[in-house]
């Protein structure tokens, strides 16, 4: 089963409206990229079998359903499409927008403690990482910056924390839950870490070039946006053509840091060039 069957097949909620709102979201699970990444990380450092692991990886597909489901809302970035399809607010509420992703939350917190082909030190290990990676710390305080930061000139340091925060924590969590699902120890953790810390900031770099290369209907979004509203973003701040030198960089410094693993990085060190120069 994978995670996009494993989602389909497990949530439903007792209220009719609510329900329908959580199918309509689950019936479009986006590309699984960071499910990929819980399962290229884990394949680098084990071969067995383990569907605890498609586990893992569902909760973190759900935990990103929920931040784009609360990120689209009026309140925020006030989105009208997602996944090529009109957001979650647009066809039911607002209200109903929030509780699906509140309950997306929960679900996925509880998916991982409840998951017995893990142990419970992984277990723990597993929540701890993933809470960091969506509290004040990670998804929700870096869009607090990201809003704040509308009309705003930043340094690029400051643009690179918003995304480390917004956009790379979850993906720096997938990365390190799939090693930790496989019992990586500390040093191949850290050589992890710092292929997820290049590799989330070269995924924002291209989200920000497709944005003003792309149309609504390729992307699955709104494009444009972030200009319209002057965000900050690499575009922006550094030229279309710097932003691309950017993004190949940190692709090569991401690259660099699984050199060390040789082929047994392949699916992971293929799967970050398709991330970056959108090939998936």
């Not at 689209?72 to 509420?93: C, E, F, I, S, W």
């Not at 998951?115 to 305080?141: H, N, P, Q, W, Y």
């Not at 995924?203 to 509203?229: H, P, Y």
């Given at each position: 089963?994978?995670?996009?069957?494993?989602?389909?097949?497990?949530?439903?909620?007792?209220?009719?409206?609510?329900?329908?709102?959580?199918?309509?979201?689950?019936?479009?699970?986006?590309?699984?990229?960071?499910?990929?990444?819980?399962?290229?990380?884990?394949?680098?450092?084990?071969?067995?079998?383990?569907?605890?692991?498609?586990?893992?990886?569902?909760?973190?597909?759900?935990?990103?359903?929920?931040?784009?489901?609360?990120?689209?809302?009026?309140?925020?970035?006030?989105?009208?499409?997602?996944?090529?399809?009109?957001?979650?607010?647009?066809?039911?509420?607002?209200?109903?927008?929030?509780?699906?992703?509140?309950?997306?939350?929960?679900?996925?917190f509880g998916l991982?403690?409840?998951?017995?082909?893990?142990?419970?030190?992984?277990?723990?290990?597993?929540?701890?990482?993933?809470?960091?990676?969506?509290?004040?710390?990670?998804?929700?305080?870096?869009?607090?910056?990201?809003?704040?930061?509308?009309?705003?000139?930043?340094t690029i340091e400051?643009?690179?924390?918003?995304?480390?925060?917004?956009?790379?924590?979850?993906?720096?969590?997938?990365?390190?839950?799939?090693?930790?699902?496989?019992?990586?120890?500390?040093?191949?953790?850290?050589?992890?870490?710092?292929?997820?810390?290049?590799?989330?900031?070269?995924?924002?770099?291209?989200?920000?070039?497709?944005?003003?290369?792309?149309?609504?209907?390729?992307?699955?979004?709104?494009?444009?946006?972030?200009?319209?509203?002057?965000?900050?973003?690499?575009?922006?701040?550094?030229?279309?053509?710097?932003?691309?030198?950017?993004?190949?960089?940190?692709?090569?410094?991401?690259?660099?840091?699984?050199?060390?693993?040789?082929?047994?990085?392949?699916?992971?060190?293929?799967?970050?060039?398709?991330?970056?120069?959108?090939?998936?």
């Open positions: 089963m994978t995670p996009a069957d494993l989602q389909a097949a497990m949530l439903a909620c007792t209220d009719s409206r609510l329900n329908a709102a959580l199918q309509y979201v689950l019936k479009t699970p986006g590309k699984q990229l960071r499910a990929r990444l819980v399962d290229a990380s884990f394949q680098m450092f084990s071969q067995r079998p383990c569907e605890a692991v498609v586990s893992v990886a569902t909760a973190i597909e759900w935990l990103h359903t929920y931040s784009l489901v609360h990120d689209d809302l009026p309140a925020m970035d006030n989105d009208p499409l997602r996944r090529g399809k009109p957001t979650v607010h647009t066809v039911y509420d607002d209200a109903t927008a929030i509780l699906v992703g509140d309950g997306l939350q929960a679900a996925a991982i403690s409840r998951e017995c082909g893990l142990s419970a030190e992984i277990r723990i290990k597993l929540l701890a990482v993933v809470t960091e990676a969506v509290g004040f710390a990670g998804m929700v305080g870096g869009q607090a910056l990201d809003m704040a930061a509308e009309g705003a000139s930043l400051e643009l690179g924390q918003i995304h480390r925060q917004k956009t790379g924590a979850l993906i720096r969590a997938a990365i390190l839950s799939g090693a930790l699902c496989a019992d990586a120890d500390a040093t191949d953790i850290a050589h992890l870490d710092r292929f997820a810390g290049a590799i989330g900031l070269a995924f924002q770099v291209a989200d920000d070039i497709l944005d003003v290369t792309q149309s609504s209907s390729t992307l699955g979004k709104t494009a444009g946006k972030d200009l319209a509203v002057e965000k900050c973003t690499y575009v922006r701040h550094l030229g279309l053509e710097g932003a691309q030198a950017e993004a190949e960089r940190l692709l090569a410094e991401a690259l660099d840091s699984l050199s060390r693993y040789g082929d047994r990085a392949a699916a992971l060190a293929d799967l970050a060039v398709a991330m970056v120069r959108r090939e998936t």
